[in-house]
């Protein structure tokens, strides 16, 4: 029990450092690191919890997919730590009221509300039930739910196809391509090749 206690502790402080650092860090590419940090830390308050499937999807969905991918974007871009932001402070008075609310509230139901307390469960896997459940009663919505996600996926992907072509046939500056079957510029009368 005593184990379990301080790994709870090092992964609420992991969340709770790294959702400060993307929150208050001025430099993008250590927000994104925070980030990194915040979802691990959940992702192993899950496997505390005994939601091995809920934390492997943690894992692959957020920092597998969505955390690799604003990484590269980051990495990608160029002249970001370029960009001057000029209000700063504009948000600041509104964001502490709110800080300052949501946290009172938080603490207050924490420590004033009445939590029932049971032994604890033993450690259970639910990933088979999950995956026994998807691949037998819920198949069909299933499936949909893919070929919805498929369908989705196609769509953005012809939306943003249109967008370039309109692009660049509106661009002035951009030279054509020479097709292969241009003729080629006849030789001037007069040169011999030898």
């Known amino acids: ?9 090092f992964l609420a402080l992991a969340t709770l450092v790294g959702a400060a650092s993307v929150a208050l860090s001025r430099n993008i590419f250590w927000s994104a690191m925070g980030l990194l940090s915040c979802l691990v830390g959940v992702g ?7 939601a091995d499937f809920v934390a492997v999807t943690q894992v692959l969905v957020y920092i597998g997919g969505v955390l ?3 990484i590269f974007a980051v990495m ?5 730590q370029d960009i001057n ?31 029932k307390l049971t032994d604890q469960a033993p450690v259970t896997e639910t990933a088979a039930a999950i995956g026994n459940g998807l691949l ?17 996926m196609v769509g953005a992907i012809v939306i943003a196809r249109k967008e370039v072509k ?29």
């Open 76 to 80: 990608l871009t160029s002249h970001i």
């Open 44 to 50: 192993g308050m899950y496997v505390l919890l005994s």
């Open 136 to 152: 037998g009663t819920w198949l069909l919505p299933f499936e949909i739910a893919s070929v919805v996600l498929v369908a989705t």
């Open 85 to 115: 932001v000029s209000n700063r402070s504009m948000g600041l008075v509104g964001g502490y009221a709110v800080f300052f609310v949501t946290s009172t509230l938080l603490c207050f139901v924490a420590i004033w509300a009445p939590w």
């Open 166 to 194: 309109s692009d660049q046939d509106g661009d002035p500056g951009r030279v054509p391509k020479p097709s292969r079957d241009a003729a080629l510029p006849a030789e001037p009368a007069g040169s011999a090749r030898g």
């Open 68 to 70: 690799v991918l604003i």
């Open 1 to 9: 029990m005593q184990t379990e206690f301080v790994i709870f502790v």
